[in-house]
């Protein structure tokens, strides 16, 4: 117990050191706020659809979780090269509990980035229906964190440097985030889209966070939930099986 | 405590280490020598659970590293060749972060990490962050770390590369006492000859993954009729320098490889 909570106190400490990490990983999300909340709000309400800042807000709050949690499961290659992950790998601890450890700790980080996101929006005129349903999220942002977390440990065991990287981000991330429904609602979308979307865990992340900040969704909350928790326990396991297998 | 047979690891087609047996007693001081590139880190690798082996066997600790790595890693400490220290936290974090996977009590853990950090002259910047420190700092908080649990068995990958004659003299004394107190095994490699030979009760000398000799300083030397290790290392090995030779440090060659491999 006690060795899981000092990995996940690493990267906790790691996250908050790192001034500029936060910083720069706030900057897209307020690009997007800005550039998407008030370029395509007008057009969104004349289609009757209604506020788009409220609506963009929760898919905001998914992208800096998703960007920041499947970052933080990289981060392992850095540890990899760096050499400490050698000193956790010598260490007397089941790979599991280093796995989970690890992911918590990453879960955290994107779950406090995803908080400030929400409390960003805020700035620009995003109101969630009620308080209770801005606090209720929260739990539900960790899930997706880990989650995502979870798959870029599995990701970071598999490669040996930086250099897939760009990669990852082009043909994994990118698409997760702009077809989870995030930026557009998913109904009355075209048969095809909505398949790729469904098949896409984020968006049952974004739903739920609408449901419980905007008050409406697509799959509804108990359905998000239910497939968030089994695809977080199904990478849980594989990451740990994948990180028992790494060798320096 | 340490028993070796026919260990083979393969990268590739390559041979690291080619059918290398050997044992170590408990209590005992053995070095193993051999130049750069020979096999000895990629050996330590295996007997440390980090690496699997290619074929032969292991024992540490009367464990097998492939099959019981959790009894094996409870019973040796390591102190690596490069680098593996986080940056981000201060020295103090760095050893916390130690005990508290190896199960030191809480207690014992403050007390031991005052001692040790004192030991190694870090004390007073303990709460400093390790990327601020020199690199003789950093190999000095990595010895202090790899002592912090006391170990049955403790690996050094060249432990004194780098550090100047005072900081060496200091840790041998130190890991001599915890020898002969605790009865403690310690293994390790280095470069430099007089080192292996005022310190080691048994050497292992291997070159290009194959061992070529074992025994005694004084033995290696009647066997190759010279009057020093360092004639009889060159003796055993060869006088042509190593492929390896430009940086003895994986992340040396770690970077060059991928150099060369992008163009
Ligand atoms: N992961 C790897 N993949 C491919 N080859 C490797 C790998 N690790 C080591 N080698 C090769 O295996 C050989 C033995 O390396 P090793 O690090 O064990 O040498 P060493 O005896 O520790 O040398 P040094 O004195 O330079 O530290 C070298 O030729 C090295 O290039
Ligand atoms: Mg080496």
Known sequence: MKKIYILWLRQLKRYLRSRSRIVGSLAQPLLFLVALGYGLGPVFSKAGQGNYIDFLAPGIVGMSIIFTAIFSGIEIIWDKQFGFLKEVMVAPVSRLNIMIGRTLGGGTVATIQGIIVMLISLVFGFRPTSLLGAIAVIPVMFLVAILFTAIGTIIASLLDDMQGFQLIMNFLVMPLFFLSGALFPLQGLPQALLIVASLDPLSYGIDAFRVLLAGSGHFGLGVDILVLGVITAIFLWLGSYFFKRIQI | ?263
Request: no cysteine; charged share 30%.
């Open chain 2, 1 to 263: 405590m340490i028993e070796v047979k026919n260990l083979t690891k393969k990268f590739g087609d390559f041979f690291a280490v080619d059918d290398v047996s050997f044992h170590v007693k408990k209590g005992e001081i053995f070095a193993f020598l051999g130049p750069n590139g020979a096999g000895k880190s990629t050996t330590i690798k295996m007997l440390t659970t980090l690496l699997h082996p290619t074929s032969g066997g292991i024992r540490i600790n009367q464990h097998d590293p492939v099959t019981e790595p959790d009894e094996v890693r409870r019973s040796f400490g390591i102190i690596f060749q490069d680098p593996s220290l986080d940056d981000e936290l201060t020295a103090w974090e760095n050893m916390e972060f130690h005990g508290v996977l190896y199960d030191v009590p809480d207690k014992l853990r403050g007390e031991r990490i005052e001692q040790l950090l004192k030991f190694v002259e870090l004390w007073d910047r303990k709460d400093n962050l390790v990327k601020e420190f020199s690199g003789g700092m950093k190999r000095r908080l990595e010895i202090a770390r790899g002592l912090l649990h006391h170990p049955k068995i403790i690996f050094l990958d060249e432990p004194t590369l780098g550090l100047d004659p005072q900081t060496r003299n200091h840790m041998w004394t130190y890991l001599r006492d915890l020898n002969e107190k605790e009865g403690t095994t310690i293994f390790f490699t280095t470069h430099y000859m007089e080192e292996a030979d005022k310190i080691a009760e048994r050497i292992a000398i291997i070159d290009h993954g194959k061992i070529v000799a074992t025994g005694t300083s004084a033995e290696l030397k009647e066997q190759t009729k010279t009057e020093s290790l360092e004639d009889a290392f060159l003796a055993l090995t060869g006088k042509t320098i190593r492929e390896e030779a430009a940086g003895p440090n994986d992340f040396m060659r770690m970077a060059r490889r991928q150099w060369t491999k992008k163009r």
